[in-house]
């Protein structure tokens, strides 16, 4: 049982390149959420897709641009990347909000540096 | 601005021990509170969610505890375990839908 796939799972990026985060589950799940994690500083949300189609900005968008490809995917792009945003990336998705008490499942991470 | 908070940041404890991860949160107006494990190099598995209707949520030797009015949280967890050992998150839900984490407390539980 697959659940959250994240790809690629390791990147180094030089300052300025360009790169992009893909996400998929197989649960048949309408909401999907990208989160960076900093040491110290917990989860912070990034963007997240409550619904196929619809995207919406979390606490730390700046820098970042999302796309739901369909209700499967759900991928996060940097421009242009920089140090700053050296960090743990993590996808979720869950069946629907949250706030309902729906349980949220976590991809294993992408690990970004940026030199 | 939510702002959650947990204590403490790292704990060590002897096998077989009884113990409590502390969880704060400022603004009381939540529609749940979860608990997350997450193990090095992994990502966070949903232990515990407690809706903000409910006092307490129990699953196996976990028992997590919600007192919404005061803002606060607790782990415990009974006769503790080597395979215990992990990082605990908390992380609240507010009406917008988004959930807002704690810094996490790191168990390491001794043989």
């Known amino acids: 049982n697959a659940g959250v796939t994240q790809t690629p799972k390791f990147q180094v990026l030089k300052t300025g390149q360009s790169m992009t985060l893909q996400c998929a589950q197989d649960?048949?799940?309408?909401?999907m959420y990208w989160y960076r994690q900093d040491p110290g500083m917990g989860l912070r949300l990034i963007y997240y897709?409550?619904?196929?189609?619809?995207?919406d900005k979390g606490e730390v968008p700046n820098g970042y641009n999302v796309s739901r490809l369909n209700k499967r995917e759900f991928s996060l792009r940097l421009e242009s990347a920089a140090p700053s945003q050296t960090s743990v990336y993590f996808c979720?998705?869950?069946?629907?909000?949250?706030?309902?008490?729906?349980?949220?499942?976590f991809g294993e991470g992408s690990w970004l540096t940026v030199v | 601005k939510q702002e959650v908070t947990q204590i403490p940041a790292a704990l060590s404890v002897p096998e077989g021990e009884n113990l409590v991860l502390n969880c704060s949160f400022t603004?009381?107006?939540?529609?749940?509170l979860q608990w997350f494990r997450q193990d090095p190099g992994k990502g966070l598995t949903s232990l515990l969610l407690?809706?903000?209707?409910?006092r307490e949520q129990t699953s196996g030797r976990l028992n997590a505890s919600l007192d919404k009015s005061s803002g606060r949280s607790t782990l415990y967890i009974a006769a503790s375990q080597p395979g215990d050992s992990a990082t605990y998150l908390c992380?609240?839900?507010?009406?917008?839908?988004?959930?807002?984490f704690g810094g996490g407390t790191r168990l390491m539980v001794k043989p």
């Open positions: 979720a998705s869950s069946e629907s909000l949250i706030a309902s008490g729906n349980t949220i499942y």
């Open positions: 407690i809706q903000s209707s409910q």
């Open positions: 992380a609240v839900t507010d009406a917008g839908n988004m959930l807002t």
């Open positions: 897709s409550a619904s196929e189609g619809t995207t």
């Open positions: 603004d009381s107006a939540i529609y749940n």
């Open positions: 649960m048949n799940h309408n909401s």
